[in-house]
């Protein structure tokens, strides 16, 4: 009989400390992409500059898409290009465990 008063009073206890914790914060704005290229005034991809580019391949060393980097159509054509050209004299891996 004590334990179950016990064990109700405990119980009792959790429920209302539940009740009352604060509800989670989901955060439903999203920021706003932006075009890096636009933004930093970059008229020319320069292809020979691997460490600039690494920017936008994952982990695999593959290209991030536009709505991921927030990128223009127009740069996004130009940086794919120069990674593609990187790629191709050899300053880039075609594929890769771990580029970053």
Do not use: W
Not at 5 to 10: A, F, G, V
Not at 74 to 88: E, G, P, S, T, V
């Amino acid at each position: 009989m004590i334990l179950e008063e016990t064990h109700k009073h405990e119980k009792q206890i959790v429920d209302n400390e539940l009740r009352y914790l604060s509800p989670i914060k989901i955060e439903t704005k999203v920021e706003k992409k932006y075009c890096f290229f636009e933004q930093k005034n970059i008229k020319y991809i320069d292809y020979k500059d691997p460490t600039f580019l690494i920017k936008f391949l994952n982990a695999q060393g593959k290209i991030l898409p536009r709505r991921i980097t927030g990128t223009l159509q127009k740069h996004q054509n130009k940086l794919n290009a120069a990674i593609k050209r990187c790629r191709q004299i050899g300053l880039l891996p075609f594929v890769t465990d771990d580029l970053r």
